[in-house]
């Protein structure tokens, strides 16, 4: 399977902290997405990152990717109670243009603590 | 408003009733999806749409059926409902393979 799983299952941190996720993942992919879901809502696209780069930045989002390890991690620095959410990996395999062949892994919750 | 919506928001039906879900999206993305969500399966693909008039079943299509008669819309339709489908369902768009998707509010479905 291509899937993407993140690690960890959940995190909990203290408002100012950073907050790091990680995804694997198995295959060679075209390209890596985040996305975010704040509770009882649709998930939102935070950053895609292509298998060609290695470094992502926006706002207070970083994103890297390794592909040799087959693994990215997302970084949310000076985390904030608003920052709360489950954090998705998705992938798509090299190739495979094919929408069945996007996985979205299951999540890791984050808790953020005022 | 430009986005992607959703209706409607919450659905309670009963066995054996025919239920449809609207989505519909002004961006005229070219690429439409259905989703549910479960605990412990996550996020799993039902159909999707590379255009309109063209359609594809995802990982877990049986029960449902879609439509796209029109680029902005995207219906999807339980023609049977069983206690099985009790889910959230996500409609997306994305312009294209390459590029993020755009997830509406969802639509949590109950059936009894």
């Known amino acids: 399977s291509q899937q993407g799983e993140e690690d960890p299952q959940a995190l909990s941190i203290q408002e100012g902290e950073n907050a790091t996720m990680n995804c694997s993942y198995k295959?060679?992919?075209?390209?890596l997405q985040w996305y975010r879901q704040n509770s009882g809502r649709g998930l939102v696209h935070l950053i895609l990152?292509?298998?060609?780069?290695r470094e992502k930045h926006s706002g207070r989002l970083r994103v890297t990717l390794d592909t040799s390890k087959k693994s990215s991690s997302l970084l949310i620095t000076a985390s904030r109670a608003a920052d709360t959410a489950s954090y998705f990996c998705?992938?798509?395999?090299?190739?495979?243009?094919?929408?069945?062949?996007?996985?979205f892994g299951s999540g890791t919750k984050l808790n953020v603590k005022p | 408003d430009a986005g992607i919506t959703q209706s409607p928001r919450y659905k309670i039906t009963e066995t054996g009733r025919q239920v449809t879900l609207m989505c519909h999206q002004t961006?005229?993305?070219?690429?439409m999806f259905w989703y549910r969500q479960d605990l412990g399966h996550g996020l799993r693909l039902i159909y999707y749409?590379?255009?309109?008039?063209?359609?594809d079943k995802g990982e877990v299509p049986d029960g449902y059926v879609v439509s796209r008669s029109k680029t902005e819309n995207f219906p999807l339709t339980l023609e049977s409902a069983t206690r099985s489908q009790t889910s959230v369902y996500f409609c997306?768009?994305?312009?294209?393979?390459?590029?993020?998707?755009?997830f509406g509010s969802g639509t949590r479905l109950t059936v009894v």
């Open positions: 749409s590379a255009a309109a008039d063209i359609t």
């Open positions: 990152i292509r298998s060609n780069e």
């Open positions: 295959t060679s992919i075209n390209n």
């Open positions: 961006w005229s993305h070219s690429y």
């Open positions: 997306a768009s994305s312009a294209g393979q390459r590029d993020g998707y755009t």
């Open positions: 998705a992938t798509l395999g090299y190739g495979e243009w094919n929408f069945n062949k996007f996985y």
